[in-house]
C-alpha cells in the first residue's frame, strides 16, 4: 500500500503541540454517558447519573457513538488525527447507517439534505447531478458549474493525503429515493416536488436559488441515487463558528475583476490586515490555494475556524463540490495568493516534493484511498493524471519563488 508507507513517512509523523484542555473543542465529563432513551428529541441524550466506570467495565467514553467521538476529538491543531481508529467506523457509519429522516438544508445555491441517523448522528447529502466523465462546459461561469458529489468524495481523500485533514470525513452512498427520502420526509416544501418521470423514475428538486426546477431534476434509476454523504461539525449552538472572507475571492460577476486580479501587489496589502498580519493564517491561507488549485475549486469566497480558538487554529475545508470539474485545462489564477505572496510553509512544501516522486505520485495515492469507497470509482481516470500535472505546476511556482 503507497498510502501505508506515505503515512509512515516521516515528514507524515511531525508531532502537533500537546494538546491541552484549553485546546480541545469540548471537555467531556467522564460521568456523561451516552444513552438512546431519549425523550424522542433530536440531540444526542446524556445521563449524568453515570458512575465512571460503567458495570461493563467501560468507561463513559466508550458508550459514545462513532460522529460524537469525532466531534469530541477536534482540537486547536486538528479536524482528526493522523492516525485516527475512528476514521474507518465513521466512514462505514455515513455508507450503511439507516436513515431515520432528511430534510432539505436550508440556503445555498444547491439541493442538499440532511440525514439522521438512529443514533442522532447526521450527515450532509449532496445528490449525484452528472456522470464522472462529464466537464465542466468550457462557457459556464465558476459561478453557475453544478455542485459534484464525487468532488467532495475526492477533496476529503485529497486533503488528508496532503496531511491538512481540514475536511469533514466523507463517503459515498447509493440512497434509496422512495425509502430514505420521500416516504421519511417531514420536509413539506421537498415533499411537493417529487414526481415519477416519463422513463419512470422516481425524481425530485427541492427548493434552492440554482437548479432546482423539473429541468433540473434529480431522477433515480429507478428510484437509486448517488451522493455524498459528509459528517456534519457539531451544532454551532454548541461550537461556534466564524466565517471569513477570502482576501482572494473573486468578483462573482460575469466582467467585473476583483482587485487580487488587478493589482501584482495585493498581498503586501493583505500581510498588514488582522489576521493575515501575524500567526500563521497567511500560510494556512496558501495551503487551501494549493488544495483548490489540485482540484480546479474556483468557488473558495469563505472559510471558516472555530470560534473557541480565536485566530490560532486551522482553517475548515467546507463545501468542496465545485473542484474536479475539468481534467483538460488547469485554472492558473487560482494559485494568485502563493505566486504573489511567495510564502509556503516548509511542511506543505516538502510534502508537494515528496508526492511528485515515484514511489509516493499523488495519483497513485488518491486511486488508491477512493478504492475503498462505496461508489468506486469516484474520479474518471483524466482527473488523477492532472493531480500529477498541477502538482509539478504548484512546484514550478515555488521554484519561481526561490528565484527571485
Known amino acids: 500500500s503507497k498510502l501505508a508507507a506515505l503515512f509512515d513517512h516521516p515528514l507524515y509523523n511531525i508531532p502537533i503541540p500537546e494538546v491541552t484542555e484549553k485546546d480541545k473543542l469540548f471537555i467531556i465529563n467522564p460521568m456523561e454517558k451516552f444513552s438512546l432513551h431519549g425523550s424522542g428529541s433530536d440531540e444526542w441524550v446524556s445521563s449524568s447519573k453515570a458512575e465512571t466506570l460503567l458495570p461493563t467495565g467501560k468507561t463513559a467514553y466508550d458508550t459514545y457513538p462513532t460522529w460524537l467521538k469525532f466531534h469530541v476529538g477536534i482540537n486547536r491543531y486538528e ?35 440532511i440525514m439522521t441517523f438512529p443514533n442522532y448522528g447526521q450527515a450532509l447529502f449532496k445528490p449525484m447531478k452528472q456522470t464522472r466523465d462529464q466537464e465542466t462546459p468550457i462557457d459556464f461561469f465558476y459561478f453557475s458549474d453544478f455542485e459534484r458529489h464525487n468532488a467532495e468524495i475526492a477533496a476529503f481523500h485529497l486533503d488528508r493525503i496532503l496531511d491538512f485533514r481540514r475536511i469533514p470525513p466523507v463517503s459515498g452512498r447509493l440512497v434509496n429515493i422512495t425509502k430514505e427520502i420521500r416516504d421519511i420526509t417531514t420536509d413539506k416544501k421537498l415533499a411537493k416536488t417529487f414526481f415519477i418521470s416519463p422513463a419512470g423514475n422516481v425524481c425530485f428538486y427541492g427548493e434552492c436559488s440554482y437548479y432546482c426546477s423539473t429541468e433540473h431534476a434529480l431522477c433515480g434509476k429507478p428510484d437509486q441515487l448517488e451522493g455524498s454523504m459528509a459528517a456534519l461539525l457539531p451544532d454551532k449552538t454548541l461550537a461556534k463558528r466564524r466565517s471569513w472572507r477570502s482576501p482572494w475571492r473573486r468578483s462573482y460577476h460575469k466582467s467585473k475583476k476583483a482587485e487580487w486580479e488587478l493589482n501584482p501587489n495585493y498581498c503586501a496589502q493583505v500581510r498588514e490586515t488582522p489576521p493575515y498580519d501575524r500567526g500563521h493564517r497567511l500560510l494556512d491561507l496558501i495551503d487551501m490555494t494549493i488544495l483548490d488549485f489540485l482540484m480546479g475549486n474556483m468557488d473558495r469566497h469563505h472559510y471558516e475556524t472555530f470560534e473557541k480558538f480565536g485566530n490560532d ?92
Open 79 to 113: 479536524l482528526y488525527p493522523r492516525r485516527d481508529p475512528l476514521l474507518p467506523m465513521l466512514l462505514q457509519d455515513l455508507a450503511t447507517q439507516r436513515i431515520v429522516s432528511s430534510v432539505q438544508k436550508s440556503g445555498g445555491t444547491q439541493l442538499k439534505l
Open 313 to 404: 487554529t486551522f482553517l475548515l475545508h467546507l463545501d468542496n463540490g465545485r473542484g474536479f470539474g475539468t481534467h483538460s485545462r488547469d485554472e492558473p489564477s487560482i494559485l494568485a495568493p502563493l505566486q504573489q505572496c511567495c510564502s509556503i510553509k516548509k511542511s506543505t512544501y516538502l510534502r508537494l516534493q515528496l508526492l511528485a516522486t515515484q514511489p509516493y505520485r499523488l495519483s497513485d495515492l488518491l486511486r488508491e484511498a477512493l478504492a475503498a469507497d462505496p461508489l468506486a470509482p469516484v474520479l474518471a481516470e483524466p482527473h488523477l493524471q492532472a493531480l500529477d500535472r498541477r502538482l509539478g505546476k504548484v512546484l514550478a511556482a515555488v521554484g519561481h519563488c526561490l528565484a527571485r
